[in-house]
Structure formats: C-alpha cells, structure tokens
C-alpha cells in the first residue's frame, strides 16, 4: 500500500496502549519523525535540566505536567521539523487546551493534523501491560517481562551497547491508576475535538503488535470511521 509523504499524524490512546510501539513500527514505514512528548521529558530529566525539575513531580505521580511547560516544548520540537518530513505526536495533546495550541500554532504555518489514531484499550489490560513494562534508558524501546521467568530482559536488542532496561518510576501501581484517572477526566474529551474535526480513526489496541498495525495502516489508508466504527 503506498503512502502519502509528510503526514502529520497523533497518535492518541491512554497510557499502556501501544502508542510507542506503534510509534516505532510506523517512523520506519512512514519515515515521519515521531515526537513523543513523554520521551521529551524524560530526557529533560536524565539531563537534569530546568524544564526536566519543573516537570519531575507530576510526573512521578502520574499527573500532567502543567500546558505553560509542555505546550511549548512540544511546539519548539514540532518547528524543527520540515514540513515535507512530516511527524507522528505520541502523548500530545492530552487536553483540549493542547489541541487548541496544537492546532493554532499548525494553522501559523499552513499546517494541519491529517489524521488522529485512536488506539482503544481497556483499563484491565492497561493496568496489566504497565505494570509488566520495562523501557531502553538509550533508545525508549519498550519491553515486557520473560512470560515463563517472569524477568525483564537483560539488555536492549536494538542498542549496539545492550542499553540498560529499567522500570519507570511513574510505572508503580499508584501512579498508574492515576494515569488511567487523568487520561479518562482530561485526555479522552479530546476525541470530540477531532471527532469534530472529522480526523479521528478508532482502531482496537488489544491483538497483537503486528495485528494492530495492520489496523493502523488501514486507518490511514482509508476511512477509519468506515473500517472500524
Ligand atoms: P508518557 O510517556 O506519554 O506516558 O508520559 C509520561 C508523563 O509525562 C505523563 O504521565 C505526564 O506526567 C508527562 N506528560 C507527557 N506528555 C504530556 C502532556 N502532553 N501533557 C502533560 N503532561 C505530559
């Protein structure tokens, strides 16, 4: 299937849904920049700068980390990237005060999101996937543990080092249930802002990867609405 160039894509879920792994799957057969908003921060962090102090806190807890910080990190990232590149956000907007900013600061430059994929999850299989989940410090590949062991893996398959596996912090089962709470009170109403928009694709997120990005691409290839009301 052929593909347009330059899309400018979200990729919108809650928190466990697949959105990285996605992510990964769709830069290599897109070639579009992925801007994950999450990763954004947490390299502020290991960098211990300013921005990455600012945000520490609601972060550990599972809270959002206030607009007047992440919007315009995000915006700044977003400018770098030429227009023919094109990009896939993962974790932004996840309020409707950041679809707005989004959208205003897209329309400055002629731009316009082309397509918001929803990948739909239940709260059961979140909290399971998170609380099993490990991440690349290098490379921000996520992993699972071993199903028979029980382990994380050892290293990172992709990092010519074997970057260190390690779980995040905001992936304790306090801070999950809060992630679930917040995307339910102040993320999921922005569905309705693209659902209005006519941009939003539901797609189920609960086979597995490979399935799932079957569905992915079929979403961007045609009408989403009509594949998977
Ligand atoms: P994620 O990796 O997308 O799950 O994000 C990890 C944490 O970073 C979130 O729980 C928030 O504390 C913060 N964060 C990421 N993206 C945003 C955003 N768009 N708005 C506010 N906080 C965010």
């Known amino acids: 299937m052929t593909m347009p160039t330059g899309l400018k894509l979200v990729l919108f879920g809650p928190p466990g849904a697949g959105k990285g792994t996605q992510a990964q799957l769709l830069k290599e057969r897109l070639g579009v920049e992925h801007v994950s908003s999450g990763d954004l921060f947490r390299?502020?962090?290991?960098?211990?700068?300013e921005l990455g102090e600012l945000a520490r806190g609601y972060m550990n807890r599972g809270a959002l980390v206030p607009d007047a910080i992440t919007i315009g990190m995000v915006i700044d990232r977003i400018g770098q990237i030429a227009d023919a590149d094109g990009f896939m956000l993962d974790g932004f907007p996840r309020n409707t005060g950041q679809a707005q900013a989004l959208e205003s600061a897209l329309h400055?430059?002629?731009?316009q999101?082309?397509?918001v994929i929803h990948i739909r999850v239940a709260d059961d299989e979140l909290i399971r996937r998170l609380s099993?989940?490990?991440?690349?410090?290098?490379?921000q590949r996520p992993y699972t543990r071993d199903a028979a062991t029980g382990a994380?893996?050892?290293?990172?398959?992709?990092c010519p080092d074997g970057g260190d596996i390690y779980q995040r912090d905001d992936d304790t089962s306090e801070a999950v249930?809060?992630?679930?709470?917040?995307?339910?009170?102040e993320t999921a109403p922005v569905l309705d802002f693209y659902a209005a928009r006519g941009l939003l694709a539901n797609v189920p997120g609960e086979g597995a990867v490979a399935t799932v990005n079957e569905s992915v691409l079929r979403a961007l290839e045609g009408n989403a609405d009509e594949v998977f009301p």
């Open 113 to 115: 999101i082309d397509r």
């Open 43 to 49: 390299h502020h962090l290991s960098n211990g700068t």
């Open 152 to 158: 994380p893996p050892e290293g990172c398959a992709d």
């Open 132 to 139: 099993n989940r490990y991440i690349c410090r290098v490379c």
């Open 108 to 111: 400055e430059r002629g731009q």
């Open 177 to 185: 249930a809060n992630r679930i709470a917040v995307y339910h009170q």
